[in-house]
């Protein structure tokens, strides 16, 4: 299957400090990507897609000022936590879609984000 | 609305077999996903039906009938490492994945 790479696995900061995770399509172009989180024992929850050199279009409840995406090329699409705070502690997730034609979602390795 | 129902937790014997099962209503369907997650890592795909019928790949099965909505994920010859969260997930008409809550599966010696 086509390879995801999300940075870091885990990031410890302090309250109100940013936080960017990095994800990137390593042996295919990814018109798409998708960032999740998810809270220990529940579901994965969809926060917002992104296209390639469009701006990300951000489910219901998810705050676009605080959670920051670009994707910028056709391999690398990031997520910034601005002004983070212990209840957005969590696992991100970042999965990808691109030209190889399958149509299941590639997922990287997840962030553990634990904001202190 | 949409939604995807799944039970939280099943418990199987090492060598047995274990069906998990999944139900979904979805505005459109294009297709059923099972994946496998170990706690602390991203999920792992391990099948996609849209036709009703069984899919066979090698260990685990997977089943789908879209006039019921429903689908289940067959393991046999559980192994320990088995052991993990299974998602079950729809993918509605505009091609957005409707997530489960996931099945944890516990495996005994």
């Known amino acids: 299957g086509a390879v995801v790479s999300q940075h870091p696995s885990r990031v410890i900061c302090k309250s109100g400090t940013s936080v960017k995770i990095e994800c990137r399509s390593l042996?295919?172009?990814?018109?798409?990507m998708f960032w999740y989180r998810q809270f220990p024992k529940q579901s994965l929850m969809l926060m917002a897609t992104?296209?390639?050199?469009?701006?990300?279009?951000?489910e219901q409840g998810v705050e676009k000022d605080k959670f920051l995406i670009n994707h910028a090329s056709l391999t690398l699409s990031t997520l910034t936590v601005t002004s983070a705070h212990p209840e957005d502690s969590s696992f991100y997730i970042c999965?990808?879609?691109?030209?190889?034609?399958?149509?299941?979602?590639?997922f990287g390795q997840g962030t553990r984000l634990t904001v202190v | 609305g949409q939604n995807i129902d799944q039970p939280t937790e099943m418990t199987a014997t090492e060598g047995a077999i274990v069906q998990i099962n999944c139900t979904y209503q979805t505005s459109g369907f294009n297709g059923l996903f099972w994946y496998q997650q170990h706690a602390g890592e991203a999920p792992t795909f391990l099948s996609y039906?849209?036709l009703d019928g069984l899919e066979e790949k090698g260990r685990f099965s997977s089943f789908l009938s879209r006039s019921k909505g429903y689908s289940y994920l067959l393991l046999k010859e559980l192994q320990m490492k088995d052991s993990a969260s299974y998602l079950c997930a729809a993918m509605d008409s505009n091609y957005q994945l409707i997530w489960g809550a996931g099945t944890k599966l516990i495996i005994k010696p």
């Open positions: 042996d295919f172009q990814a018109t798409t």
């Open positions: 992104s296209n390639e050199g469009s701006k990300a279009t951000y």
């Open positions: 039906n849209v």
């Open positions: 999965s990808a879609s691109g030209d190889r034609g399958e149509i299941e979602a590639f």
